[in-house]
């Protein structure tokens, strides 16, 4: 998927839908929908663990790249869109048949930043490493784990995740230059994380290997996403303003 087709979750159909009024129980069974959107990521990202293409077999899973896009309305059309993380996300509306009949549609077409795929797997690549990190603390009562530097992990997982989420608003909007200057950001707190990883103690024990392996291979799937996103709005970029060169 290219990053013309951003556009479509900011100045797609959904905006001439009219206005859409829940109370703070629906929002709280999207919330729901959401969370259950997060866990099927991550199940299926477990699932394909140690697969090369891993990114790519969950996404097109998850119901992400399946279909052709076109660059935009006058130009060629596009091959067709290998699976990708970046891909507009899948409408389901399932979880929600608890909704009124008369609410279902809107339900089923209701868009907000967490039905973007970039979402729901940076979302739930952090929930992983939050559960790892917390993990390997409680089961490494032997190691002796500077304070300081399990603070300056926490914190730079923070920082990355806190850009992600900034990068994908600003992505929503259309605003790709902003879009990039957050996932570098991104970009340079997973590089700190990894740096601290490797300043860890590490013990004997396998779960403490695993441990190591399954941060940095997280870490490493949310560099590669990060970056594809920033070739699609480059992309975008070259493509509003052909005359001018990226930084």
Known sequence: MSAHDFEHFSEGEWEDRGELVWNEFDWQQYLKQNDKEVARFLALYHQYEGRTERLDEVAKLMGWGDEEWAPGEDGPEAEPASPSIVAEPALDPAGFSDFLDEDFEAVADTYTIHKHPVFIATRGLYQHLYYTWERFLSTSSDLQVNLGLSWKLAASL????????????????????????HLKNALSAVNHSLSLLHALPVGNKAGQGQF?????????DLREIWLRVMNDCREENRRRLPGELEE
């Open 212 to 220: 190591f392996r399954e941060v940095q291979a997280t870490l490493f």
């Open 158 to 181: 923070h920082a990355g995740e806190l850009n992600a989420v900034m990068a994908i608003h600003a992505l929503d909007l259309g605003d790709f230059t902003l879009t990039i200057c």
